[in-house]
């Protein structure tokens, strides 16, 4: 089978400088030289198939991304894109890709959007007039169209996001590169992003798009199949629904709880799988997911909140989300 | 032959986009005005500089207007090193720190060493009209002595070529190692900027220096061209002793075009090994100033 992304045993380690007073201490977790971004990844991404890779910052996606975009050398490992080598054939590689970045603002401020786009598409070889129109047509999709003769330093943030996504496609890549694409941006550009996803990917029989995110609603909306990747290791690959029916004969609880002293104590309760807690600021609530084995197991949870004389604010039990899949496997929330 | 067109695309684009960020600051008009005065001030301090040292008032010999082409001259053309050395590690930095460009650049199927190579022939027009108008202002305001015959219109133009060819391949080398450094690291170009202005006979003739320095001096190609360019323009600078007086033209131009070959291809290979190691590094699209 052709693959259109494919790695093998994929490494990448970071050397970082010590500090003087980092070198003189006992090498810790925090302040050893070599950080472990990628740790023996596998994957296989076929060719016409929407592969989302989910995981908390700092988990080691955008590395990954970076890799198989041929911005980064693995350390360990072997990768292809469009079978082709990611360490030896990067030409052929960089014909058939494109990536765009999340929070990404890039682009030179004293071009118009139009301008941005287009320039970049002349480096894709693709034909001036095509651009031009594509660039139009891609504009209108994503809300620019009356902004692209702007200058891009006049833009907001958003609006450069979705400038950003217009480069990305104008160059109508075999296989997109999608890292974290609606990362701060409100709830109707994001929809726009999604729906414009989905799409591109249904309506092209072979086109790829390996898109990470941390926002699990997103994976399970669009993705056909998602790798949860933690610390740089992938935990588990499959489709949205066979990862959710890894915990469907758990069920989940979600507490909301004025703060504890001391949560550890849920660690002792016989019949939990794992939980998470997370402190809304806003509320100064905490918010705690059970994933439970053990419907006896809610009765102690209980016993421990009320124990401490704190008052439980709102509880739960919902359908298993890739949160709840996650939160099963690492014990914590992905946010 | 599709290779070429595409970097011939890529040289087009590359350079158009240069133009638009040299150009583009500001309105056409303050543009043309800023690119007239800026390299008149720039060359008035060296004049008054030179003013002060001759004036007997404050010790100084009478005015010598063989050695003030010699300065002259040397210092207009210094305005290409100068340009091409900055602005090609100004390219790669601020696609890498200010635009964040670089990581869609760099994906892109694209010779990266063209690319550079394109943008810093932006720098090189925007240096070329800087020196024209030094030279202009020095011929008809200073009274600089330049005469440059018809006949050696050609010897001249290829002597700026070859000159030009091996400056931006200086500056590319110069950009190629700052793929690896931070963005403080500008210090590195100006320091090789004032070893050459120092050492190539730009503003005095290199006998001046001790045999180390003069074999410094020598070691560099730029010096040639410094030697070669005035040969041209301004003949009469040649009862100056440089040390290089005694090469004959055709020997000077064949060190100078042997030695622009040789650096050329370190340029070329320079650039792709360091964009290999930072490639290797992560540092490609790293960002150092916070």
């Known amino acids: ?335 | 032959m599709a290779m070429i067109k595409r970097h011939w695309k890529t040289l087009k684009t590359a350079a158009w986009l240069g133009w638009q960020m040299e150009s583009n600051w500001t309105q056409p008009f303050l543009f043309a005005v800023y690119s007239i005065l800026k390299p008149i001030a720039a060359t008035m301090i060296l004049v008054l500089m030179y003013w002060v040292v001759i004036n007997p008032g404050y010790g100084g010999q009478a005015e010598n207007a063989i050695m003030f082409s010699f300065l002259y001259v040397g210092n207009a053309f210094y305005i290409f090193v100068g340009q091409m050395l900055f602005g090609i590690f100004r390219v790669i930095q601020g696609d890498r720190e200010w635009y964040q460009t670089i990581r869609n650049v760099y994906i892109a199927p694209i010779s990266y060493y063209v690319y550079v190579v394109a943008r810093a022939l932006t720098q090189l027009v925007i240096a070329s009209i800087a020196v024209v108008i030094t030279l202009l202002f020095g011929v008809f305001v200073l009274g600089v002595q330049i005469s440059l015959a018809v006949t050696d219109i050609p010897l001249f133009l290829t002597i700026l070529v070859i000159g030009l060819v091996g400056v931006s391949a200086m500056g590319v080398i110069l950009g190629g190692i700052s793929f690896l450094t931070a963005k403080h690291m500008h210090g590195m170009n100006e320091s090789v900027a004032g070893i050459f202005y120092l050492f190539c006979g730009v503003l005095f003739p290199i006998s001046m220096f001790p045999v180390w320095g003069q074999f410094i001096s020598r070691a560099i190609p730029l010096t040639y061209w410094f030697e070669a360019l005035r040969r041209v323009l301004a003949p009469e600078t040649l009862q100056i002793p440089t040390s290089l007086t005694q090469i004959d033209t055709g020997l000077l131009m064949l060190i100078l075009l042997s030695s622009t070959i040789v650096l050329v291809l370190v340029s070329y290979f320079v650039f792709k090994g360091a964009d290999y190691l930072a490639r290797r590094k992560g540092v490609i699209d790293m960002i150092t100033s916070y």
């Open chain 1, 1 to 335: 089978m052709n693959y259109a992304v494919e790695t093998k045993n994929l490494c990448r380690v970071f050397k970082r400088k010590r500090s003087r007073k980092e070198r003189k201490q006992e090498p810790t977790k925090e302040n050893q030289k070599e950080v472990v971004a990628l740790d023996d990844v596998n994957i296989q991404v076929k060719e016409g198939e929407l592969f989302g890779l989910l995981g908390p910052n700092g988990a080691g996606k955008t590395t990954l991304i970076k890799i198989l975009s041929t911005l980064l050398l693995p350390t360990k490992g072997e990768a292809w894109v469009a079978g082709h080598n990611v360490a030896e054939d990067t030409f052929n590689i960089r014909m058939k890709i494109n990536s765009v970045s999340g929070g990404e603002s890039s682009g030179y401020g004293l071009l118009t959007a139009r301008e941005n786009v287009w320039m970049f598409s002349q480096f894709y070889d693709v034909p001036s007039k095509v651009a031009k129109q594509r660039a139009d047509d891609l504009f209108k999709t994503f809300g620019l169209y009356e902004k692209r003769n702007q200058k891009m330093r006049t833009l907001s943030t958003g609006e450069r996001q979705k400038m950003g996504m217009v480069r990305g496609f104008i160059t109508d890549p075999d296989i997109i590169f999608l890292d974290e694409p609606t990362l701060g941006l409100d709830v109707n550009a994001s929809r726009v992003i999604r729906r414009f996803v989905a799409d591109w990917v249904r309506e092209h029989e072979k086109k790829t798009v390996l898109l990470t995110t941390h926002y699990m609603m997103e994976a399970e909306e669009l993705c056909d199949r998602v790798a949860i990747i933690d610390k740089g290791k992938v935990l588990v690959c499959d489709t949205p629904e066979n990862l959710k029916k890894t915990v469907r004969r758990s069920s989940t609880l979600r507490l909301e709880i004025d703060p504890l002293k001391d949560y550890s104590k849920f660690r002792d309760i016989p019949g939990i799988r794992n939980f998470s807690k997370k402190v809304n600021p806003e509320t100064n609530r905490s918010e705690l997911v059970f994933v439970i084995d053990d419907e006896a197991a809610v009765s102690d949870i209980l016993s421990v909140v009320t124990g401490e004389g704190k008052r439980i604010h709102e509880l739960r039990k919902t359908e298993p989300t890739l949160e709840d899949v996650f939160v099963s496997l690492v014990g914590r929330a992905l946010e």
